[in-house]
């Protein structure tokens, strides 16, 4: 079977089994509602766990499903994509009795429920007449701004590159762990709330940074980070060469990708390169492989989805940096690699790793997806004449920049050195974001923006 024939499969079926409502209960009552809820502490948007998996244990699911949205705009999604071993689970007393509370299929049940109904249990807030505020980008620090600025009855409009809202949500995240559908359901509970969208938009092409400022009482950028970038060695721009986003923005939309062969390449090692991975491998290809200059400690990926990707036949090469792509007739045929020995650390407190020399290996590839990481948008931050280290905004600790109507949250003011960005993080920098610029436009005070988050 070709990999076009699987498409539409893959966009169907998820990674997570439906649980029956004895689970779920046998689950939340296994909860010990503690005082101090070191679960909620641990999520960065401050979701009530205890009180959550208590409504669901007392029959109150939706009520349960609205704590979660209160808390968490995206909800829904963070319970499918949320690493919870690293946060609300590993946060849970019960690891040092038997084993956590399963706190992510409890959030997804309760969301689930809520979606299945068609209910939005948020209001349409009476208009607070003059707060206009426009954000720009629409992936998830921007919808978590939206949403709560729109509930604090501000006008607020989003300005979208692209053809639907989402942001990575919608087009970087493989389908069988986060459908379209849920960002879909997530997305229309925001615009329900009066929220307008200009979608392919394109800052300063199509709208100029003055005429934002001058329509606009504050401005809140939550545009991400761009493309992946090349991999800067030859054959870089043969055919079968992929950018990771790309290639998951196709599946994830039903695009057919073509015919990937019996060998795919994948060079990095965070989440976006385990998607690529595991989506391959979901499409039919027999052989996947991710390479990775350093080891295995190193890796940016959540274990969850390394494990997964383990599971689903993904293979890995440690200490292995590509050097050339080899190819025949244009499209690329093989992959040159070098060995790699690591040192002393770099910028990033990671071992910096260094070429051992005559280590050179070539292995075949019919497709290479590369997955190392994003391109800062530093021309775009420049337009909106904001302070900014290497593409990353500085901000003060409410989310404002060097300038005094204009905030940030989400990727382009996520620190490097720190992994990679969490949906739940974008959410949380989104919630802030907005409640700074409500302070602001309701007349409260604020020390000046610029200073960077330590």
């Known amino acids: ?39 909620t502490q641990a999520c960065p948007t401050h979701i009530d766990v205890s009180g ?4 669901i244990a007392t029959g109150n699911v939706l009520g349960s499903a609205t704590l979660i949205m209160e808390a968490n705009p995206l909800g829904a999604s963070c319970a499918r994509v949320c690493p919870t071993e690293m946060l609300c689970e590993g946060a849970c007393v019960l690891n040092d009795e038997t084993r956590p509370i399963h706190i992510g299929d409890l959030q997804r049940y309760a969301t689930d429920e809520l979606r299945r109904k068609g209910v939005n249990p948020f209001d349409r807030p009476r208009v607070m007449p003059g707060n ?18 729109a509930r604090l009855g501000h006008v607020v409009t989003i300005y979208e590159a692209k053809e639907q809202l989402g942001g990575l949500n919608a087009y970087g995240i493989v389908p069988f762990r986060l459908p379209r559908d849920i960002v879909e359901w997530e997305v229309k509970q925001i615009l329900d709330l009066g929220v307008e969208v200009r979608y392919g938009v394109r800052i300063p092409e199509d709208v100029t940074v003055q005429e934002l400022l ?92 390394y494990e997964f990707a383990k599971q689903e036949g993904v293979e890995f090469r440690w200490l292995c940096a590509p050097v ?55 021309a775009l931050i420049e337009h909106f004449g904001v302070s900014h280290d290497d593409g990353v905004i500085r901000v003060n600790e409410q989310m404002r920049t060097s ?52």
């Not at 959550?52 to 409504?55: D, E, L, N, V, Y």
């Not at 949250?409 to 700074?436: I, L, N, S, T, Y």
Request: charged content about 25%.
């Open 1 to 39: 079977m070709s990999t076009t024939d699987t498409m539409e499969g893959i966009a169907h079926k998820t990674i997570f089994r439906e649980l029956t409502e004895l689970e779920v209960l046998q689950e939340a009552n296994r909860c010990l509602y503690c005082y101090d809820a070191p679960c």
């Open 52 to 55: 959550f998996i208590q409504r």
């Open 132 to 149: 206009r505020v426009a954000v720009v980008g629409g992936g998830p620090a921007g919808l978590s701004a939206a949403r709560e600025l």
């Open 214 to 305: 001058a329509d606009y009482d504050a401005i809140v950028l939550a545009f991400g980070m761009g493309n992946v970038p090349g991999l800067g060695i030859p054959g870089d721009d043969l055919e079968g060469v992929w950018d990771a986003l790309d290639f998951i923005q196709r599946v994830k939309t039903g695009q057919p990708v073509g015919n990937l062969g019996n060998t795919v390449v994948v060079i990095g090692a965070g989440n976006t390169a385990i998607d690529a991975a595991t989506c391959s491998r979901r499409l039919g290809v027999p052989s996947v492989t991710m390479y990775y200059r350093r080891s295995e400690r190193e890796m940016s990926a959540y274990p969850f989805e």
């Open 324 to 378: 050339r792509l080899i190819g025949s007739r244009g499209r690329v045929q093989e992959v040159e690699f070098i060995r790699m020995r690591l040192e002393e650390p770099d910028d990033s407190g990671r071992p910096r790793p260094a070429p051992v020399p005559g280590s050179g290996f070539r292995v075949r590839a019919d497709t290479v997806i590369r997955a190392i990481g994003q391109v800062r948008q530093t």
């Open 403 to 454: 300038h005094p109507k204009i905030f940030a949250a989400g990727d382009c003011v996520f620190q490097k050195g720190r992994g990679e960005a969490m949906v739940v993080e974008a959410a949380e920098q989104g919630k802030r974001a907005a409640a700074a610029v409500h302070n602001l436009l309701a007349g409260g005070s604020e020390r000046s923006g610029g200073e960077q988050d330590g």
